[in-house]
């Protein structure tokens, strides 16, 4: 899941992060980033949210504005969705895709107003997608958007989810706003938490209810505080990790990267080829006609022996067949799973599949991704 640990001096550091040190946190370096990866165990922390409310820092992740007349027009050519779809207080999973449909980034989109946006990206691609989107701001280049504005204000900010079944009660109890469990999944409302303003955003990265909470970095130590007095368990990217998988969503760098198109990782869902055109729309538009040669699928093991990226998958004839992006030993079942792109004529619910785990040929059977937790029961 993260790098091995570097110079700790070297890494960027969250508001939170005394707080971490404080709590007893195990820290690596993810991302370039000092990040807790554990408070007490992944599998209790996983299990916390799955039964009542975790809290993570997710402050890494960066968090962009952007502006002007040609916002619209603007996002509508760099992202996969149909921002015109978007309401004021909606959000959009979306993508940003490379000239050959790869995709750059997976990304969220939220709408303020008819022409401001806010756009959340992946920690580690934070530079290479600010650089992609200013790139495609009018510079001379013959680009006629010129009237758009970019702002960073990762470090102006924090952001902290809030998820598990019981995490929409804790937050509209603290916060005394019972309209906050009103909103629907996508969207999201300003308010105030901690004696500051907040957005509170009805997502999440774990399969469960909740939200995201965007804050002044200057109250992201009052906000984690109010949270963990109310109830919520502290966790760590670890859990986060393992509960994305068990959820079947991607993470960039094991699922998806610049050489994956939308049609291969199952995410065409959020890739609108009704709009006009966009970056990638027309490769895009020639996997999905001729059908990808792979495709990602959840894959289930009833053994404790964890699937890791890489491993080998074979047919059970041993044609090698694909390869695993992802694998846990998974808090809810408690038993293993996976991710992983299978050849397009072997990528078939019921599938029975080997993993190459070591020296030894794991038995597997594939699954829709998305139904990973209630297909393998």
């Not at 949270?227 to 368990?233: F, I, K, S, Y």
């Not at 490769?283 to 990226?309: A, F, N, T, W, Y």
Request: charged share 20%.
């Amino acid at each position: 899941m993260s790098a091995p640990m570097g110079n700790a001096s070297e890494l960027r550091q969250t508001p939170l992060n005394a707080v971490h040190r404080a709590s007893g946190a195990r820290l690596v370096d993810f991302a370039g980033w000092e990040m807790p990866v554990f408070y007490t165990g992944i599998l209790d922390e996983s299990r916390a949210v799955r039964t009542s409310v975790g809290l993570f820092d997710v402050s890494h992740m960066g968090r962009i504005w952007i502006a002007g007349k040609d916002a619209v027009a603007y996002l509508q050519r760099l992202t996969s969705n149909d921002v015109e779809a978007l309401k004021p207080s909606e959000a959009q999973y979306s993508l940003l895709m490379n000239p050959s449909g790869g995709i750059i980034d997976d990304i969220i989109v939220y709408r303020e107003t008819d022409s401001s946006f806010m756009v959340v990206i992946n920690a580690g691609n934070a530079a290479k997608d600010i650089a992609w989107m200013r790139s495609h701001i009018a510079d001379g280049s013959g680009s006629d958007l010129s009237e758009v504005t970019l702002e960073d204000r990762s470090e102006q900010t924090a952001m902290i989810a809030v998820q598990g079944p019981l995490a929409p009660e804790l937050v509209a109890k603290i916060t005394d706003n019972p309209e906050l469990l009103e909103l629907g999944r996508f969207q999201y409302a300003k308010g105030a938490i901690a004696g500051a303003e907040a957005i509170f955003c009805r997502t999440g990265y774990t399969g469960e209810d909740g939200f995201e909470l965007i804050v002044p970095a200057e109250n992201a130590v009052a906000t984690w505080t109010l949270l963990v007095e109310g109830g919520a368990v502290a966790c760590g990217l670890g859990a986060r990790d393992a509960l994305r998988i068990e959820a079947g969503y991607p993470l960039y760098g094991h699922e998806i990267d610049d050489t994956t198109t939308p049609v291969e990782a199952g995410l065409m869902w959020a890739t609108s080829l009704e709009k006009s055109d966009f970056i990638g729309k027309a490769h895009v538009v020639e996997v999905k006609r001729s059908g990808p040669k792979r495709k990602l699928m959840g894959l289930v093991l009833k053994d404790r022996i964890i699937p890791r990226q890489g491993y080998t998958i074979y047919a059970s004839d041993g044609v090698e067949i694909g390869s695993i992006t992802s694998g846990i030993f998974s808090p809810t079942l408690n038993h293993s799973i996976a991710l992983g792109y299978v050849s397009g004529s072997y990528a078939k619910r019921g599938g029975a599949v080997l993993i190459g785990i070591r020296d030894k040929q794991i038995p597997a059977t594939i699954v829709p991704k998305k139904s990973l937790l209630t297909l393998s029961e």
